[in-house]
C-alpha cells in the first residue's frame, strides 16, 4: 500500500557531499517519522537521522553537523543531505517512514540506495 522510492547515492571522496531523497506514495493518511538507516555487511541496521511530525529530529553521534534530515510533509518526502563524508559512512541507506495507510499505522523501508566513500 504504501511505496517507497529513494534516488541520490553514488560514490564520492572523502570530505565531499551527496544527497539522498526518498517519496513516498500510495494510500497515506498520515506520516510521523521519517528518515534514514543504514547497514553494512555483517552489521545490524542502524539509525542515521530521523525527523518526527513535530519537526524534532535525532541524529547519530558520528553524524551529528555533518549530516542534515528534513521532510516536505506535502510530498511526503524525506532528504537526508551529507557533507564532509567519511569513509566509515560508506553503507546502504535505506529510507524508513511511519505511516498511517489502509487504517493502520506501520514500518515501510525503501530498497536501499548504496553509497561509497573512498579515502
Known amino acids: 500500500q504504501v511505496q517507497l522510492v529513494e534516488s541520490g547515492g553514488g560514490s564520492v571522496q572523502a570530505g565531499g557531499s551527496l544527497s539522498l531523497s526518498c517519496a513516498a506514495s500510495?494510500?497515506?493518511?498520515?506520516?510521523?517519522?521519517m528518515g534514514w538507516y543504514r547497514q553494512v555487511p555483517g552489521k545490524q541496521r542502524e539509525l542515521v537521522a530521523i525527523?518526527?511530525?513535530?519537526?524534532?529530529?535525532d541524529y547519530d553521534d558520528s553524524v551529528k553537523g555533518r549530516f542534515a534530515v528534513s521532510r516536505d510533509n506535502a510530498k511526503n518526502t524525506v532528504y537526508l543531505q551529507m557533507n564532509s563524508l567519511k569513509p566509515e559512512d560508506t553503507a546502504v541507506y535505506y529510507c524508513y517512514v511511519y505511516a498511517l495507510a489502509g487504517g493502520r499505522w506501520a514500518n515501510y523501508w525503501g530498497q536501499g540506495t548504496q553509497v561509497i566513500v573512498s579515502s
Open positions: 500510495g494510500r497515506i493518511f498520515s506520516t510521523n517519522a
Open positions: 525527523m518526527n511530525s513535530d519537526a524534532s529530529t
